[in-house]
């Protein structure tokens, strides 16, 4: 089973960036295909990117032009740099790991962005 945890959270004021790290172990990490989604109060867990174990991206039309998620194997890491940040970013962010159908999930980090 894929583990992942999450670190890079922090009280951001709008406008700054922050980088999103998220290591998975449990398996060959290129064969991990990896995502980050957000979950602020009150609302449903949301996608925000996804990098398959290709290199292909998506992004959620709310951070696309922001946010970037990129890879490195070598290391077993996801990144999420986040730039542009509005206080809609507001979330607790959350890695997931999806390996042939299995999913696991991060225990999640808070990012707070103040206006």
């Known amino acids: 089973q894929v583990q992942a945890v999450e670190s890079g959270g922090g009280l951001v004021q709008a406008g700054g960036s922050l980088r999103l790290s998220c290591v998975a172990s449990?398996?060959?990490?290129?064969?991990?295909?990896m995502a980050w989604y957000r979950q602020a109060p009150g609302k449903q867990r949301e996608l925000v990117a996804a990098?398959?174990?290709?290199?292909?991206?998506t992004y959620a039309d709310s951070v696309k032009g922001r946010f970037t998620i990129s890879r490195a194997n070598a290391f077993n890491v996801v990144y999420l740099h986040m730039n542009s940040l509005k206080p809609e970013d507001t979330a607790v962010y959350y890695c997931?790991?999806?390996?042939?159908?299995?999913?696991?999930w991060g225990q999640g980090t808070q990012v707070t962005v103040s206006s």
């Open positions: 990098i398959t174990t290709g290199d292909i991206t």
């Open positions: 449990g398996s060959i990490f290129s064969n991990i295909a």
């Open positions: 997931n790991a999806n390996l042939l159908g299995f999913t696991s």
